[in-house]
C-alpha cells in the first residue's frame, strides 16, 4: 500500500512538472506570435530614379554579314594539267595578274596546223574572187573558198581563246585566298583554283522583317561595328532593299555599303548593324537594375508616400517593356513620367514594404555606355 501511494505521488508531481514546462513555453510563444503580429520591420535603404521621357534614335539594329564588293572563286575553264603557279596563298594581285598557267603543248601544235591551212584557204579565195572576176569560176566555187577560208578562221580563233584560258588571270583587284591546287594536278573543267576576293569595299547584308521593310530606303544611314568586343564603328548607308521576303523566316534582305581601306572586314565575319530610320522619338525610360524578370511578367517597385505613416513604401507596379537603349529600358505601359521607381535594392523588397531613399551615390546611367576597367 505504502508503496502505491509513493508511485503516485511521484506521478503527480512529474505531472505538474510538465503542465508547468507547458505554461510557459505556451505563454512564450503567445507572446512571440504577438510580438511578431506588431513588429514592423525597418525601411530598406534604396535607390531611385525619376522615370523620364527621353530623346532615343529611331533605330533599327539587327546582326549582319559581310561579304565582298567582288568575290569569285577563281576556277579551271578548260581542262588540261597544271604547267606553273605563278602566285602565294594570301597575296594581293592586280587585275589582269597571271596566277596560273596550263599545259598547252597540243593546243599549240593544233593552232600551228590550224593556221596554215587558214592561210592556205585564205590564198584559195583570193585566186578565186580574181577568177570570178574573169568569169573563169562559178559563183558557187567562190563561196565554197569563202566558206572555206570562214571555218579555218574559226578554228584558228577557237585555239587562241583555248589557249587564252590555260593562262588564268584575275578578273579584278583584290586579294587571294589559300591556293587548292597543286603543280602537276589535271584540272577538270570548273575546278577551283583559289579565292579572289575584293575587299577595299565590301557589302553588308543583314534581314530585316516585314513590319520594318516598309521603312527602309536607301540612301539611310548605317553604322556597322566589329565583332570583336571593340567599339569600333564604321558609317556606311543602305544601298539596296530586297524585292521579296523569305517565306519562312518572313525576312527581306537589306544591304549597306562600306569602305574597308584598313581591312577590317573580312568576307563572312558576323556584324552587328544599325540604321537610323528617322528623327529620334520620345519614350519613357528607367534604368534596367529597376526592372524585376520573371515568367509571370516584368515589374518595378514605385516609389510612393504612406498615408497612414507618412513615410515612403515600395508598391510593385506591372509594366509593358519595350527596346533597351544602353543601361535604359523603355516603360511602354504601367508607368508614368516624374514616378519614383527603386533604381537599386528592388531585388531585396517585398509589395508595400518601408523604403528609405539612400545617400550613397548612384551610378550615373547612360545610353551610350562604355565600359572600362577601372
Known amino acids: 500500500m505504502r508503496k502505491s501511494k509513493s508511485i503516485i505521488i511521484a506521478v503527480a508531481a512529474l505531472l505538474g512538472i510538465f503542465l508547468i514546462l507547458f505554461l510557459v513555453k505556451f505563454t512564450q510563444i503567445f507572446s512571440m506570435i504577438e510580438a511578431g503580429k506588431s513588429f514592423v520591420p525597418p525601411p530598406e535603404a534604396v535607390g531611385a530614379f525619376t522615370a523620364e521621357s527621353q530623346d532615343w534614335p529611331n533605330t ?56 596554215a591551212r587558214l592561210r592556205l584557204a585564205e590564198a584559195n579565195y583570193e585566186r578565186m574572187v580574181q577568177l570570178r572576176k574573169k568569169n573563169t569560176v562559178s559563183q558557187n566555187e567562190l563561196d565554197t573558198a569563202l566558206q572555206q577560208k570562214e571555218s579555218a578562221q574559226g578554228d584558228v580563233d577557237n585555239l587562241k581563246t583555248t589557249l587564252d584560258k590555260k593562262v588564268v588571270t584575275a578578273p579584278f583587284d583584290g586579294r587571294l585566298g589559300i591556293r587548292k591546287v597543286d603543280l602537276g594536278q589535271d584540272l577538270a573543267v570548273g575546278t ?3 579565292s579572289l576576293q575584293a575587299t577595299n569595299r565590301v557589302r553588308v547584308n543583314f534581314p530585316v522583317p516585314q513590319f520594318w521593310l516598309v521603312k527602309m530606303t536607301k540612301g539611310l544611314p548605317v553604322t556597322v561595328q566589329l565583332g570583336d568586343g571593340s567599339n569600333n564603328v564604321v558609317k556606311g548607308e543602305v544601298t539596296a532593299v530586297g524585292a521579296d521576303i523569305d517565306t519562312t523566316t518572313r525576312n527581306a534582305t537589306v544591304q549597306s555599303s562600306l569602305e574597308n581601306a584598313s581591312n577590317q572586314f573580312i568576307p563572312g565575319m558576323a556584324v552587328q548593324t544599325q540604321v ?80 528609405v531613399i539612400s545617400k550613397t551615390p548612384q551610378p550615373v546611367f547612360s545610353g551610350t555606355p562604355k565600359p572600362a576597367d577601372n
Open 60 to 115: 533599327y539594329t539587327a546582326m549582319g554579314t559581310v561579304e565582298a564588293d567582288e568575290g569569285i572563286n577563281v576556277s579551271a575553264e578548260v581542262a588540261g594539267k597544271v604547267q606553273k603557279i605563278l602566285f602565294k596563298s594570301g597575296e594581293r594581285v592586280k587585275a589582269g595578274t597571271v596566277i596560273l598557267i596550263q599545259e598547252s603543248g597540243n593546243e599549240t601544235a593544233q593552232l600551228s596546223a590550224a593556221s
Open 192 to 194: 577551283q583554283i583559289v
Open 276 to 355: 537610323t530610320l528617322s528623327d529620334p522619338q520620345k519614350v519613357l525610360a528607367v534604368p534596367s537594375t529597376a526592372v524585376i524578370f520573371a515568367p509571370f511578367g516584368d515589374t518595378v517597385f514605385v516609389i510612393e508616400k504612406d498615408k497612414e505613416k507618412g513615410t515612403l513604401k515600395a508598391r510593385q507596379q506591372f509594366v509593358r517593356l519595350g527596346k533597351s537603349r544602353g543601361d535604359f529600358i523603355e516603360i511602354a505601359d504601367g508607368l508614368k513620367a516624374g514616378e519614383q521607381v527603386v533604381s537599386a535594392g528592388a531585388f531585396k523588397l517585398t509589395n508595400g514594404q518601408s523604403v
